[in-house]
């Protein structure tokens, strides 16, 4: 009788109490719009950031809330979702340590597009939207990060969108499993390690179809030796033949 893989999973968390000035420091470091600031910079921003800490499901806020702050990502997985036509969460992103969400303009009445929800245990940190002008108003560059960090995440919502339109479902699953291996990919015992909680439900969310038929495909890919899966985990095997199917050049 086969028995049920633990999982191999190991995400570090910093207890939200615990995350030290330099460790936050760190974080907003690795900020995007933030990168090329210097430590007394950094240190004058951390200031207008507040600390928060989420139990894996916990929402964040929903879609449609008032958008009021900008989140950072300290410890642990955020998962963006957005309510489709046909009624169904489709997740967006998972997002990991220095990633941003919610919201960066100050348009009055503005709410938020998606959903933010807490994967794992995390710990986030937040900036009031008024807060986070006063800081585009002191530091010009970090405004033309901003602007072009959000035309890069216009072109990639699109590329996505044309993606999950043109290829088939096993092209999609492996696409997405290429994406997620490139982000949060880890070499162990079992493969190239998805260090992610990832079920056979987000897989379907994230491609546009159904968790019957995503399990179908990652069942297939399993017995094609192209990966090895177990309850909410995911590692690669074969990644060139995977970016075969996803029509992703083999280099």
Not at 120 to 130: A, K, P
Request: aromatic share 6%; net charge negative.
């Amino acid at each position: 009788m086969s028995t049920r893989r633990k999982s191999p999973i190991e995400i570090d968390f910093t207890e939200t109490h615990m995350c030290s000035i330099n460790m936050r420091l760190q974080i907003l470091g690795k900020v995007p719009f933030f990168a090329g600031l210097t430590h007394g910079d950094l240190e004058e921003i951390n200031n207008l950031f507040r600390e928060h800490g989420y139990e894996p499901d916990e929402v964040i806020y929903f879609s449609g809330d008032a958008a009021t702050h900008l989140f950072v990502v300290a410890d642990g997985r955020i998962k963006l979702m957005r309510h489709s036509l046909s009624g169904k969460d489709v997740l967006l992103d998972i997002l990991t340590s220095g990633e941003f969400f919610g919201s960066i303009s100050n348009v009055e009445n503005d709410s938020y597009p998606d959903t933010a929800q807490a994967l794992t245990q995390t710990c986030v940190l937040s900036i009031s939207i008024n807060d986070f002008h006063r800081i585009l108003e002191k530091y010009p560059s970090v405004v033309l990060k901003v602007l072009e960090i959000t035309a890069s995440r216009l072109q990639a919502a699109n590329e996505r969108f044309e993606q999950l339109s043109a290829l088939p479902v096993e092209g999609r699953i492996a696409n997405l499993l290429i994406v997620l291996s490139d982000k949060f990919g880890e070499l162990n015992e079992v493969g190239l390690l998805i260090q992610t909680p990832l079920g056979r439900e987000d897989v379907a969310a994230m491609t546009g179809t159904t968790p019957e038929t995503a399990s179908r495909v990652m069942s297939q890919f399993q017995k094609d030796g192209l990966i090895q899966t177990g309850r909410q985990w995911v590692a690669i095997i074969d990644r060139d033949s995977l970016k075969k199917i996803a029509g992703l050049e083999s280099g």
